[in-house]
């Protein structure tokens, strides 16, 4: 799974973002913003990966144990899925 | 550890995207935006409609709603009330007092479409015209009003 093609990742006031861009139009409207595991999750999903190697990178990356690692990654990939964001 | 547990999707305001929409109307591309502030009330209202901005093609006309830069770095969607040899005079649809200096220069994308309580509205839309009409018609009468009112505040206060 990753995330779908058509998003600039960019800040804004300080705020991390993804905005929506498509072939000819840029959506601010739609401007999605980050926090910064969201947004470290996100560039993982750039490419192709998988909940297991999202979990790994979580918790090498930042302090936490495994059960609210996966609970945050389950809830952040539904909202992905909410919005079809996601490529699966 | 905290990931966003929703997505936050947030109207920046102007002053905040301004940058990055003169970016991307550089390069040619179309921007929407959700409209902040309500300047342009009753027409476009602070965080409920949207505008689709294009870059600059041809020179802007009367009553085209436009992006523009102002010289003290404020970004503002206003409508064209007048054009003038070397400048436009723009008005918000809520306001009255004209503002006048704005050139070319200054104009960074023209409005091409509109949402507008949820749905679809194009420049050319004959209501969309009705209302442009309609507005530039109680111009006078929403200065009258304005004035008289600025006028009886200043009495009484005395």
Known sequence: MKIKDGFIKTEIADKIVAIPVGANTVDFSGVVVLNETAAFLWDLMQTDTDKQALLKAVLSEYETDEESALSDIDAFLQNLRDKDFLCE | ?158
């Open chain 2, 1 to 158: 550890m905290r990931i966003n547990k929703k997505y936050e999707v947030l109207p920046f305001s102007m002053q905040e995207i301004g940058p990055l929409i003169k970016d991307f109307i550089s390069k040619e591309k179309q921007v929407a935006i959700t409209v902040t502030g309500n300047s342009m009330c009753p027409f476009l209202k602070d965080k409920r409609d949207k505008a689709v901005l294009s870059p600059i093609t041809k020179k802007p006309k009367k009553d085209d709603v436009v992006l523009y830069l102002r010289d003290n770095g404020t970004y503002v969607l206003h409508r064209i009330f007048k054009v003038k040899e070397n400048e436009y005079i723009m008005l918000g649809d809520a306001q009255v007092y004209l503002e006048k200096g704005i050139t070319d220069k200054h104009i960074i994308a023209v409005a091409t479409a509109f949402e507008r309580k949820g749905k679809q509205l194009n420049c050319n839309n004959f209501l969309y015209l009705c209302h442009i009409k309609l507005w530039r018609f109680l111009y006078p009468f929403r200065l009258l009003k304005t004035k008289s009112v600025n006028f009886l505040k200043r009495i009484f206060k005395k």
